[in-house]
């Protein structure tokens, strides 16, 4: 059986979007999945997520697997980086390094240190034995070709859903699709 763990995006939770149906789906097919939610989602600060998905997470193996979507997916990235044990795999949708055209000041305060912070890629590589980036043609935040190229540093497989925004839709067929394929 196969653990799986969604986390939500900035100022998300877990009953929004693609994530109540995906969790739906993905228990039909007898896995174990949670979908926590994560403190002060307005305001996200690293070190607090990280560390509430780390209690959530307990003990990893082969058997489990991560989704995250927009700053859910830096989570994962991060909490990677404070594991030696390899997982089965990670599906990062609509993932980013970094974010254009946020609205305000106070936007772009909260997303700086996520932007800013480095990320280990060597470390994570050695326990991210398969990923795959799902992101929009047209994802508001931007930044698209940067992503893309951060995201083949890691070894993710590219997935380009054609003008699908933020990928936010209750439904997201696309996300199930390729979470299968890992």
Known sequence: M???IIVHGWSGSPDQNWLPWL??????????????EMPETDNPIIEKWVSHLQE???VVNGDTYFIGHSIGCQTILRYLE???TLIGGALFVAGWFNLENMET??????AKPWIETPIDIEKIKKVLPKSILLISSNDPYGALQENIEKFKTLGSEIIV??????????????VLEQFLKL
């Open 82 to 84: 404070t594991t030696d």
């Open 105 to 110: 000041d106070e936007e772009e305060r909260i």
């Open 23 to 36: 969790k739906s789906e993905l228990e039909k097919q007898g896995n174990e999945v949670f979908v926590p």
């Open 161 to 174: 859903l054609q003008n699908g925004e933020h990928i936010t839709n209750e439904i997201e067929p696309a």
């Open 2 to 4: 196969k653990r799986i």
């Open 56 to 58: 959530v997470v307990g």
